[in-house]
């Protein structure tokens, strides 16, 4: 299947700072990435959908000003963290998709801690 | 009412055993179920999808869906260790693009020596 990687895979931050998560697409051209989170004995969540060239479309509930999302190619989308609180600690997985295809290929994810 | 449930488990099965796992949702108008595992700390990894009423089988997995019941199910057959994780239901909207995914909250699958 269609590699994904995420960077970085972890990260440590303080409150109040930002952090800027990377998802690629290494093998093939992504129409459509997607940005899910998980909490802790939780099941995944979607925060965004975006679309290269367009502005992400966000669900009911996300802040899209503290969660800003740039998909500036087919191969690349970042999610940047803006001013990150305790709350926002989670593990945060992309994935991409193809046009025509069910199928979606996740990234490894990234694990954000803010203390 | 939550939109996909599993029950969290865990469930316990032997090695070699025949794992069954359930899930239900809430959208009538769904059209495409999937299955996932995860393992603790990782991300989860695709075991299959279905769109049909009916079975669908690849190797030890097997895919069940009833459109009428609003169900899915999930048979593992001759359960390894090494199936050891949380399985994730999810369910799309759409059939034939990649698009929105809900998810359960998962069951935790514990196959014992």
């Known amino acids: 299947g269609a590699v994904v990687s995420q960077h970085p895979s972890w990260v440590i931050c303080k409150s109040g700072t930002s952090v800027k998560i990377e998802c690629r697409s290494l093998?093939?051209?992504?129409?459509?990435m997607f940005w899910y989170r998980q909490f802790p004995k939780q099941s995944l969540m979607l925060m965004a959908t975006?679309?290269?060239?367009?502005?992400?479309?966000?669900e009911q509930g996300v802040e899209k000003d503290k969660f800003l999302i740039n998909h500036a190619s087919l191969t690349l989308s970042t999610l940047t963290v803006t001013s990150a609180h305790p709350e926002d600690s989670s593990f945060y997985i992309c994935?991409?998709?193809?046009?025509?295809?069910?199928?979606?290929?996740f990234g490894p994810g990234t694990r954000l801690t803010v203390l | 009412q939550k939109e996909v449930e599993q029950n969290s488990g865990p469930l316990s099965v032997p090695e070699g055993a025949i794992a069954s796992l359930n899930c239900t949702y809430s959208?009538?108008?769904?059209?495409?179920f999937f299955w996932y595992r995860q393992y603790s700390g990782k991300s989860p990894e695709l075991i299959m999808f279905?769109?049909?009423?009916g079975d669908k089988e690849d190797g030890r997995f097997t895919a069940q869906l009833n459109k009428a019941s609003q169900y899915v199910s999930l048979l593992i057959r001759d359960s390894q260790p090494s199936d050891s994780a949380t399985y994730l239901c999810?369910?799309?909207?759409?059939?034939?693009?990649?698009?929105?995914?809900?998810f359960g909250t998962g069951t935790r699958l514990q196959v014992t020596l």
């Open positions: 975006s679309n290269e060239g367009s502005k992400a479309t966000y």
């Open positions: 994935t991409n998709g193809l046009a025509g295809a069910d199928e979606q290929f």
């Open positions: 279905i769109y049909s009423n």
């Open positions: 959208d009538r108008g769904s059209q495409s």
């Open positions: 093998d093939f051209q992504a129409t459509t």
């Open positions: 999810a369910v799309s909207l759409s059939a034939g693009t990649a698009s929105k995914l809900t």
